[in-house]
């Protein structure tokens, strides 16, 4: 698979509103890990390690891994390497060795990076191969449905401090028919006190745009995914469009969550 973003792991933690996402997440994980009597997790694309650092945190043992090096470089530095939370440079179409987890989860969009339904099947058969009987796996993207095709909806925008300067970064996303692409901006605004002056002109703003391709996922296509992996095996499936567990609605809910019981 193609590297997913060209942002820096700072830069990339910078765009999320960390503490209340996680807090908006809490009940939900907290239900599932009592349910299943989680004891291992695995945090596949485990991105800047914040999931896994707060799984281990109420004391689960925990794998983060993410097909970046310098993603997990950054949670090693960020949140250590205590006993019982390990970081592992893997993709998530590569199945974990055994044993097998208690609960596995993809979360943050990252399986809508997959470049076609073939690469997703062989994600999702990897992911539900490290559940144990009775465990549980949780894959999570962003309802690209919702979007209306065409525009850009401009999601985020962030002003941040540095010894470099002032940089202030956009994120935004479009829908073109089954695919989507994330569009990142950063721009390195001028030192504070340079001002404009008619010899020199106007100070120039230095910008750098990325974008990533997401793959459309539907509902039924993930679901079909997941039935694949189980085979013949019985398997109990719920979607979700939130994290407090609402109904599912293509045109209007902000995720697209599924949870499988592995029977």
């Known amino acids: 698979m193609k590297r997913p973003f060209e942002l820096d792991p700072p830069t990339y933690d910078a765009l999320i509103d960390w503490p209340r996402r996680l807090a908006a997440e809490e009940p939900f994980w907290r239900e599932l890990f009592a349910g299943v009597g989680a004891r291992r997790v695995l945090d596949a694309a485990c991105g800047t390690g914040r999931h896994a650092?707060?799984?281990?945190?109420?004391?689960?043992?925990?794998?983060?891994?993410?097909?970046?090096?310098?993603?997990?470089?950054?949670?090693?530095?960020?949140?250590?390497?205590p006993p019982g939370l390990r970081w592992t440079v893997r993709s998530f179409t590569e199945p974990p060795p055994p044993p097998p987890f208690d609960v596995v989860l993809c979360t943050g969009n990252s399986l809508a990076l997959v470049p076609d339904t073939g690469t997703l099947r062989t994600a999702v058969a990897a992911l539900y191969g490290a559940v144990r009987p009775g465990g549980a796996l949780v894959l999570h993207l962003l309802n690209l449905w919702r979007l209306d095709e065409g525009p850009v909806t401009w999601q985020k925008c962030v002003r941040l401090a540095s010894s470099g300067g002032t940089r202030v970064l956009l994120k935004g996303i479009h829908r073109a028919?089954?695919?989507?692409?994330?569009?990142?901006?950063?721009?390195?605004?001028?030192?504070?006190?340079?001002a404009d002056t008619p010899d020199a002109g106007p100070q120039p703003i230095a910008a750098a745009t990325h974008n990533t391709p997401l793959l459309g996922i539907t509902r039924d296509e993930l679901e079909a995914a997941v039935r694949a992996a189980a085979g013949p095996a019985p398997l109990e499936l719920a979607v979700f469009g939130d994290w407090a567990r609402s109904?599912?609605?293509?045109?209007?809910?902000?995720?697209?969550?599924?949870?499988?019981?592995?029977?």
């Open 247 to 263: 109904v599912y609605e293509a045109r209007t809910s902000p995720d697209l969550i599924l949870l499988a019981r592995h029977q």
């Open 53 to 81: 650092a707060r799984f281990h945190a109420w004391g689960l043992a925990v794998e983060g891994a993410d097909l970046e090096p310098a993603m997990i470089a950054h949670a090693r530095s960020a949140h250590g390497a």
């Open 177 to 194: 028919g089954g695919r989507a692409y994330m569009s990142f901006v950063e721009m390195r605004l001028p030192a504070e006190g340079t």
